[in-house]
C-alpha cells in the first residue's frame, strides 16, 4: 500500500494573484520528494498478510413432503351464565350487635338531712276581758205640745207667661240665574223625529226647582216653543239632568232657574 503525495490543484485563477517566487518553489519541491521517500520506507516494515483458506464441508440439502395443516373442530356451545358480580348481602347476626341487657337502674344511698324542729308558734294571746258597760236609765220622754192649726194663706195668683213664638216657616225659594249654579250634567235633549221631519223649531224655557242636592224637584214650562213635541223633549232633557247645588253663607239652599232649550235644525 502506498501512500501518493498530496496533489496542490490550482485554484481559480483570482484577479490579481502574483506568482511563486524561486525559493518557496524549492520549498515545495523538497517536500514532495521526503513524502515520497517517508512513505517508501513506511511500506517495507509492512508485514504480508497471509490469507488461510480452510476447508469447506459439503452441504446436503433434502427435500421433505409439508406437514397437512391440523383440523380444529370447533363447537358452538351456550354462553356461560352471566355472573351475579352483586356481593351477597351481609349477615346481619354479625353486624349488628344485640343490644345490651336492661341493667337496673343505679341505686344512691339517700343522704339524711337533720333539720331543725319547726319553731312553735307562741299561743295566742288572750283578749282582755269586756268591761260589762251598765245600761243609763232613760230620761222620760216629753210629752207632745198641741199647737193651734193656723189658717192656710191664698195661694198667689200664676201670672201667665208670654207665649212661646211658633217656629218660623222656611223661607219660600228665590229665583236665580242658572249660570250661579253650573252643571254637573248638562241637559241633552233628543230632537223628535216627527218634528225633524216637519221642521219645526223653537225655544222651550223650563222652570225648575233645584234642591239642596242640586236635583230637579219640580219641572214646569215657562214658555212654549210653539210645538209640543218639542217641549215635551226640552222637558225630558232637564229632569236628566243636575245641577250643582246653591250654597249661601255655607249653606246649600233649594232655589228656581229658567233654563232655556233651543231647537234648531241644521
Given at each position: 500500500?502506498?501512500?501518493?503525495?498530496?496533489?496542490?490543484?490550482?485554484?481559480?485563477?483570482?484577479?490579481?494573484?502574483?506568482?511563486l517566487?524561486?525559493?518557496?518553489?524549492?520549498?515545495?519541491?523538497v517536500?514532495?520528494?521526503?513524502?515520497h521517500?517517508?512513505?517508501?520506507?513506511?511500506?517495507?516494515?509492512?508485514?504480508?498478510?497471509?490469507?488461510?483458506?480452510?476447508?469447506?464441508?459439503?452441504?446436503?440439502?433434502?427435500?421433505?413432503?409439508?406437514?397437512?395443516?391440523?383440523?380444529?373442530?370447533?363447537?358452538?356451545?351456550?354462553?356461560?351464565?352471566?355472573?351475579?358480580?352483586?356481593?351477597?348481602?351481609?349477615?346481619?347476626?354479625?353486624?349488628?350487635?344485640?343490644?345490651?341487657?336492661?341493667?337496673?337502674?343505679?341505686?344512691?344511698?339517700?343522704?339524711?338531712?337533720?333539720?331543725?324542729?319547726?319553731?312553735?308558734?307562741?299561743?295566742?294571746?288572750?283578749?282582755?276581758?269586756?268591761?260589762?258597760?251598765?245600761p243609763?236609765?232613760?230620761?222620760?220622754?216629753p210629752?207632745?205640745?198641741?199647737?193651734?192649726?193656723?189658717p192656710?194663706?191664698?195661694?198667689?195668683?200664676?201670672?201667665?207667661?208670654?207665649?212661646?213664638?211658633?217656629?218660623?216657616?222656611?223661607?219660600?225659594?228665590?229665583t236665580?240665574?242658572?249660570?250661579?249654579?253650573g252643571?254637573?250634567?248638562?241637559?241633552?235633549?233628543?230632537?223628535p223625529?216627527?218634528?225633524?221631519?216637519?221642521?219645526?223649531?223653537?225655544?222651550?224655557?223650563?222652570?225648575?226647582?233645584?234642591?239642596?242636592?242640586?236635583?230637579?224637584?219640580?219641572?214646569?214650562?215657562?214658555?212654549?216653543?210653539?210645538?209640543?213635541?218639542?217641549?215635551?223633549?226640552?222637558l225630558?232633557?232637564v229632569?236628566?239632568?243636575?245641577?250643582?247645588?246653591?250654597v249661601?253663607?255655607?249653606?246649600?239652599?233649594?232655589?228656581?232657574?229658567?233654563?232655556?232649550?233651543?231647537?234648531?235644525?241644521q
Open positions: 500500500m502506498s501512500s501518493s503525495p498530496p496533489v496542490v490543484e490550482p485554484g481559480p485563477p483570482g484577479p490579481s494573484r502574483e506568482p517566487s524561486t525559493a518557496a518553489r524549492r520549498g515545495i519541491l517536500l514532495v520528494i521526503f513524502f521517500v517517508g512513505g517508501g520506507w513506511a511500506l517495507t516494515q509492512v508485514e504480508p498478510v497471509k490469507l488461510v483458506v480452510g476447508d469447506i464441508a459439503p452441504m446436503e440439502v433434502r427435500m421433505v413432503p409439508a406437514e397437512e395443516p391440523a383440523q380444529v373442530e370447533i363447537e358452538d356451545s351456550e354462553p356461560p351464565p352471566p355472573v351475579d358480580l352483586k356481593p351477597p348481602p351481609p349477615d346481619l347476626a354479625t353486624i349488628v350487635d344485640p343490644p345490651p341487657p336492661d341493667l337496673p337502674p343505679p341505686e344512691f344511698p339517700l343522704a339524711k338531712i337533720d333539720l331543725p324542729p319547726p319553731d312553735e308558734p307562741p299561743p295566742p294571746e288572750m283578749p282582755p276581758p269586756e268591761k260589762k258597760v251598765e243609763k236609765p232613760k230620761p222620760p220622754e210629752k207632745p205640745v198641741q199647737r193651734k192649726p193656723q192656710a194663706r191664698p195661694a198667689a195668683p200664676v201670672e201667665p207667661g208670654p207665649q212661646q213664638a211658633a217656629p218660623a216657616a222656611p223661607a219660600a225659594p228665590r236665580v240665574q242658572a249660570s250661579q249654579l252643571w254637573l250634567v248638562q241637559p241633552n235633549p233628543a230632537y223625529a216627527r218634528s225633524r221631519r216637519a221642521g219645526e223649531q223653537g225655544t222651550a224655557t223650563v222652570r225648575v226647582l233645584v234642591d239642596v242636592t242640586g236635583r230637579p224637584a219640580q219641572v214646569s214650562l215657562a214658555s212654549s216653543s210653539g210645538h209640543a213635541d218639542l217641549d215635551q223633549a226640552a225630558s232633557a229632569r236628566a239632568a243636575q245641577f250643582r247645588p246653591y249661601e253663607r255655607g249653606m246649600a239652599q233649594a232655589v228656581w232657574v229658567h233654563v232655556p232649550i233651543k231647537f234648531v235644525l
